[in-house]
């Protein structure tokens, strides 16, 4: 069975950082295409970032050049560290896939609604 937990999520002030995690139970997470999305309050989820299994990145406009994303093989994860945070990435971070080996949407990474499995969630807020 397709199990993601996410941990890592915190409080921190704005220019912060953080590092979340996707961990995987019931299948090997680097053969597929892992998204990390993100919920804030009243909003809709979007698309963060997404690692292909060719480890090929794809970056939300809102997080390029402040967010990596990155795979442990040896660990089963996924990472994203988060550098420079903005109160306005306060939002609950989930990590997900559709088990395809690439990132979906237009642009890649942003299909949400498509993806199969998806962790409980872990919250990010960030203060000014």
């Known amino acids: 069975q397709v199990h993601l937990v996410e941990s890592g999520g915190g409080s921190v002030q704005a220019g912060g950082s953080l590092r979340l995690s996707c961990a995987a139970s019931?299948?090997?997470?680097?053969?597929?295409?892992i998204g990390w999305f993100r919920q804030a309050p009243g909003k809709e989820r979007e698309g963060v970032s997404c690692i292909t299994m060719n480890r090929n990145t794809y970056y939300a406009d809102s997080v390029l050049g402040r967010f990596t994303i990155s795979r442990d093989d040896a660990k089963n994860t996924v990472n994203l560290q988060m550098f420079s945070l903005k109160p306005e990435d306060t939002a609950v971070y989930y990590c997900?896939?559709?088990?395809?080996?690439?990132?979906?949407?237009?642009?890649?990474?942003?299909?949400?609604?498509?993806?199969?499995?998806w962790g409980k969630g872990t919250l990010v807020t960030v203060s000014s």
């Open positions: 997900a896939t559709d088990l395809k080996t690439f990132c979906t949407g237009t642009p890649p990474g942003s299909n949400y609604a498509g993806m199969n499995f």
């Open positions: 019931g299948f090997t997470l680097n053969n597929y295409a």
